[in-house]
C-alpha cells in the first residue's frame, strides 16, 4: 500500500476552513513536507470529508458548455455570482451590488440569458419567453460537462 501523501489530516482541515486555495496547500505541501500533490487530491479530500465547497456549481442556471473565450463575459460572471448566492456562500460587498443591479435589469427589461456559442460575443439578453425559467433561456438539453459535483452521485 503507498504511503499517504496528507501527513496531518487536522491541519488540511484548519487550511480549508481558513479558505487556502489549493494552489496555497501544493506550495506548501511541496516546502514544508517535499511531497508535490495536485489540485484533485484536494478536491477529493474535501469532498471525502464533507466540507463545504470553494466554488457553486449549478448546472440549472448554467446548463451550457461555455466555450473558452466566453467564460468571463459579464452575464456567465454574473450567473456564477447568483448560484454563490443560492448555495449561502458569503458575496464580497461589490458583487452582492453587481448582482443585484444586474438583477434589476433583466427584471426591468423583462430580459434572460441566452448563450449561442456559435457567435463571436456567445452570450446575449434576450425578451423572456415562453417556457423561458428563471433569468436564462434554457438550451433543449444541457450541454455542460461540469456538473454540480458534490451531487454526481460519486
Not at 496547500?25 to 470553494?54: C, H, Q
Not at 448554467?62 to 448555495?87: D, N, S
Request: net charge positive; proline share 5%; charged share 40%.
Amino acid at each position: 500500500m503507498p504511503k499517504r501523501k496528507i501527513q496531518d489530516e487536522s491541519e488540511v482541515v484548519r487550511w480549508f476552513e481558513e479558505g487556502k486555495t489549493y494552489a496555497w496547500m501544493i506550495a506548501t505541501y511541496k516546502e514544508k513536507y517535499g511531497i508535490e500533490t495536485v489540485p484533485s487530491m484536494w478536491s477529493n479530500f474535501r469532498r471525502r470529508r464533507g466540507l463545504d465547497r470553494r466554488i457553486a456549481r449549478d448546472d440549472d442556471l448554467i446548463p451550457w458548455e461555455v466555450r473558452e473565450e466566453h467564460r468571463w463575459a459579464y452575464p456567465v460572471v454574473m450567473l456564477r455570482v447568483e448560484a454563490r448566492r443560492r448555495q449561502g456562500f458569503e458575496l464580497n460587498p461589490k458583487d452582492a451590488v453587481r448582482l443585484k443591479n444586474w438583477r434589476k435589469m433583466l427584471s426591468k427589461e423583462d430580459a434572460v440569458v441566452h448563450y449561442d456559442p456559435e457567435t463571436e460575443a456567445g452570450f446575449h439578453y434576450i425578451r423572456r419567453q415562453e417556457g423561458d425559467r428563471d433569468l436564462i433561456h434554457p438550451p433543449s438539453q444541457k450541454t455542460t460537462s461540469r456538473k454540480n459535483a458534490d451531487f454526481r452521485g460519486c
